[in-house]
């Protein structure tokens, strides 16, 4: 009943939009440093210092870029980033996105990368591009979820995302907090599920 209480508070304490360009850069910038080394290393494909990160916070609020942010507690725990297509090479938009190890695996990712499509598509792009590591898993396996065809080259994957193609059934402002309380739900039955299953063979102390 508590952990009931307790996802809820949580629930009702997180929200996505957009960030004010300048006003609230730090924000972004607060966010990116809490990243442990190898999210940095993963998002900046290898950059890592403080002076690097404050730079590139510093480069968006200055050069269009739009940020999504997620915020839990009225702090940024995700972001969302389209660039405007003028500072990327091939003239494609490029996007990005960075969640903190806490809020993994709950469906933040996949969410911001929803309304970043749709708020491209509102814009007019026709298509994005996304480039990460060839080794990051995570991040691989999100583009590929949204229709990216990765491409290898010098230990990058590169891909773009067709936005004529895109079905976004949940572009209209659907709840955030609904389609977040439907992630949970799933990832809570199924640690509730394991949780069972520990239990059922003596396991299940530490579970
Ligand atoms: C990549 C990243 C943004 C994913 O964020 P997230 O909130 O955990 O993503 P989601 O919970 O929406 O997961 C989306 C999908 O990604 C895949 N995925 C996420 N984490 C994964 C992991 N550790 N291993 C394998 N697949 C993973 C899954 O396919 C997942 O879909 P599913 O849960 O339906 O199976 C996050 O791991 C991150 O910020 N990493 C560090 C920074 C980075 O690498 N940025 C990319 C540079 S562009």
């Not at 739009?66 to 940024?76: K, L, N, R």
């Not at 799933?186 to 063979?201: D, H, S, T």
Request: net charge positive.
């Amino acid at each position: 009943m508590h952990h009931n209480d307790g996802e809820s508070r949580a629930r009702a304490r997180s929200h996505v939009r957009i960030l004010s360009q300048h006003e609230e850069l730090p924000l972004l910038r607060d966010h990116l440093l809490r990243l442990d080394r190898s999210s940095r290393r993963d998002r900046f494909h290898g950059y890592m210092d403080d002076g690097f990160i404050e730079r590139y916070a510093e480069k968006c609020a200055n050069d269009g870029t739009v940020i999504i942010a997620y915020f839990e507690d009225g702090v940024v725990r995700g972001a969302a980033e389209l660039h405007p297509p003028d500072q990327s090479s091939g003239l494609l938009p490029e996007i990005a996105f960075s969640v903190e190890a806490s809020v993994r695996r709950r469906g933040v990712g996949s969410f911001l990368f929803r309304q970043l499509i749709a708020k491209a598509q509102a814009k007019g792009y026709r298509s994005l591009r996304i480039t990460t590591g060839a080794q990051n898993q995570p991040m691989r396996a999100l583009a590929k979820k949204f229709g990216a065809n990765l491409t290898f080259h010098h230990g990058e994957s590169t891909g773009t995302i067709d936005l004529i193609e895109q079905n976004q059934p949940e572009s209209v402002p659907v709840g955030f907090q609904a389609t977040l309380a439907a992630a949970r739900a799933i990832a809570n039955f199924n640690r509730a599920y394991w949780r069972m299953v520990l239990r059922m063979y003596g396991w299940g102390r530490a579970a």
